[in-house]
């Protein structure tokens, strides 16, 4: 069972797609100026294309306070840029009732995780706020928390518990305000009837499917949804955001960055010797997949690496300094965007966020 709330190791998209009903993403020519449908990382969909040729269409997403802020979230930050950029209108929820019901997190540090580790790197990654409908989910108007409330009435637990498996109290409520977050946008009271895209990582696919259901029941659009694969955590396994040693935080220090850069997880062999007469083992090797997610946009340079590793000709303490002059350039970059853009986000947040 998918779990919306804890970390997920998924190991075969291929039984996801087939147990869950998902399609295989199979995109088109327009779509492939976009690395994540280029390379596979998006694989799959709920009704993507009826999202992606609408007339009247828009994206939402969360943003969930509970934690730093990591490479495995900017690729939702990425997704959500390039949709802005294509002139379709952007909604991000901040998900502080989620963090404060279900991840137990204090009201006041959400709204500074929020800020500080989420709002000021989203707009350093490229996010234009003026042109994004950003807020929180514990500031919202009334018809949107009305909707959350008549939505209870439209299921019950018998078939949520179906879908989420235990629940709590708190679990309860976020599921309900989430789903008022996706459907919202279609209120007369908003843009009305709309086709709305949710990207996202396969493990918020119960919250798709059973928002999916209310959609249907209320006589709305059921929502899109795509699924990008997970990262790998640096030193293999899970990325969790309770290993910070699993993941490269975008507010990590410079020296922190780079010490976690050199101890990512490589296909090495187990001798000079031997990578260089059978080439690295790219399947294991996550600093590739960091090349292939985050820091090379050109498929040559990417390729280029790729053979040069699998034939031997380059070695891993090699592949590794790339990867840390990689680092070092983007990890610069953002934190002088962040400071540049602070001023501004930190008033967009305290007169619209939290007021």
């Known amino acids: 069972m998918l779990n919306p709330w804890e970390t997920t190791d998924i190991k075969d998209y291929n039984k996801l797609i087939e147990e869950f ?10 779509l492939m100026d976009n690395r994540y449908f280029r390379r596979g990382i998006i694989f799959g969909h709920r009704d993507f294309f009826k999202f992606w040729n609408a007339d009247k269409r828009s ?3 969360g943003i969930m306070p509970s934690g730093p802020m990591h490479l495995g979230h900017k690729m939702v930050v990425d997704q959500c840029v390039y949709y802005q950029n294509k002139g ?16 137990r997190i204090p009201e006041e540090k ?3 995780y929020a800020v500080e580790e989420y709002l000021l790197n989203w707009v350093a990654l490229g996010l234009d706020l003026d042109k994004a409908d950003v807020y929180a989910q514990t500031n919202r108007s009334v018809p949107y928390y009305r909707l959350a409330s008549l939505l209870s009435g439209r299921t019950t637990m018998a078939e949520m518990q179906a879908i989420y498996g235990e629940l709590t109290p708190g679990k309860v409520t976020s599921i309900f305000i989430q789903a008022s977050d996706i459907l919202h946008p279609q209120l007369d009271e908003y843009d009305g009837l709309e086709h709305v895209l949710v990207p996202v990582g396969v493990d918020q696919d119960p919250h798709i499917r059973f928002v999916r259901d209310l959609a249907e029941k209320i006589h709305f659009i059921k929502p899109s949804s795509t699924y990008h694969r997970f ?5 293999g396994g899970k990325m969790s ?10 507010n990590d220090d410079l020296p922190t960055a780079l010490k976690k ?3 990512v997880l490589t296909g090495g062999r187990n001798t000079a010797e031997e990578q260089r007469r059978l080439g ?7 600093v590739y997949e960091l090349y292939a997610y985050h820091f090379i946009e050109d498929d040559d340079e990417l390729k280029k690496i790729y053979e040069d590793c699998t034939s031997g000709k380059m070695l891993c303490g090699e592949c590794k300094q790339i990867l840390k002059k990689k680092v070092e350039e983007f990890m610069t970059d953002l934190k002088n965007k962040r400071e540049a853009n602070r001023e501004k986000v930190e008033q967009f947040a305290k007169e619209k966020l939290f007021k």
Not at 280 to 286: A, E, F, L, Q
């Open 280 to 286: 690295g083992d790219i399947s294991k090797c996550v």
């Open 110 to 112: 959400a709204r500074e």
């Open 241 to 250: 955001s309770s290993v910070p040693n699993s993941y490269l935080a975008l």
């Open 59 to 61: 994206i939402l997403t």
């Open 88 to 103: 379709i209108k952007t909604r991000i929820a901040i998900a502080d009732v989620e963090a404060i019901t279900t991840r």
């Open 231 to 235: 990262m790998t955590g640096l030193e």
């Open 21 to 30: 009903g998902i399609t295989p993403m199979k995109p088109t020519k327009e």
């Open 261 to 263: 850069a050199s101890n």
